[in-house]
């Protein structure tokens, strides 16, 4: 065997570990928290569906590899809760040195292409990356409004944290951020969102 296929095969055996990355965001038909591989497939499912939403045309391929991606880190570096602050501070040393360890163990080329995948959504400049953003912002919220405010309510937050945080939705797909925010006006309606 070759070493750069090992080198493949090492990679993909390591992002199984992706599956035992909790969220704070139950499923949406069930009773447990998703996790992140789960959460990933979803996301490149909604690009799929969704990308004629994009604020502008968008290369398809390029936001299924971006969201498919953007999560690996969190092998090393945890899952961050959306709003914890403190968890925030040092989020990006954390995955930046899982960035390097995880997509290191691929042959060059393609490690290097993951690594620029994944920074290009952090950094949230292309077309792309800010579309792909809105979809992972849209997603779970879409879950805590289906799922009565399950995680909401649990670590108390509130509508304006919700609609601070995924104003950016816009930047990438205005449509999308006119649903989202008929999901959050909904959701304090019914009591699954307070103000």
């Known amino acids: 065997m070759d070493n750069e296929f090992l080198k493949q095969m090492e990679f993909l055996i390591e992002i199984d570990k992706l599956k035992n990355?909790?969220?704070?965001?139950?499923?949406?038909?069930?009773?447990?928290?998703e996790n992140d591989a789960e959460h990933s497939w979803h996301l490149a499912m909604m690009a799929l569906v969704l990308s004629g939403q994009a604020n502008q045309e968008v290369d398809l391929l390029?936001?299924?590899?971006?969201?498919?991606?953007?999560d690996i880190v969190e092998i090393d570096a945890g899952d961050t809760f959306a709003y914890d602050a403190l968890g925030h501070e040092d989020k990006w040393e954390?995955?930046?040195?899982?960035?390097?360890?995880?997509?290191?163990?691929?042959?060059?080329?393609q490690a290097q292409e993951l690594i620029e995948l994944w920074l290009e959504f952090?950094?949230?400049?292309?077309?792309?990356?800010?579309?792909?953003?809105?979809?992972?912002?849209?997603?779970?919220?879409?879950?805590?409004?289906?799922?009565?405010?399950?995680?909401?309510k649990k670590y108390g937050i509130t509508s304006g944290q919700v609609m601070k945080r995924n104003a950016e939705i816009a930047n990438g797909s205005e449509k999308l951020w006119d649903y989202a925010q008929g999901i959050i006006q909904k959701s304090v309606q019914q009591g699954y969102l307070n103000e």
Do not use: C, Y
């Open 21 to 33: 990355i909790e969220r704070k965001t139950k499923t949406i038909h069930g009773e447990r928290l």
């Open 122 to 152: 952090e950094k949230k400049e292309t077309k792309e990356a800010k579309f792909a953003s809105s979809l992972d912002r849209l997603q779970p919220l879409i879950h805590n409004h289906l799922n009565e405010g399950h995680t909401w």
């Open 62 to 70: 390029k936001v299924i590899k971006m969201l498919l991606v953007h």
């Open 94 to 109: 954390r995955e930046n040195a899982a960035a390097k360890r995880i997509f290191g163990l691929l042959p060059s080329d």
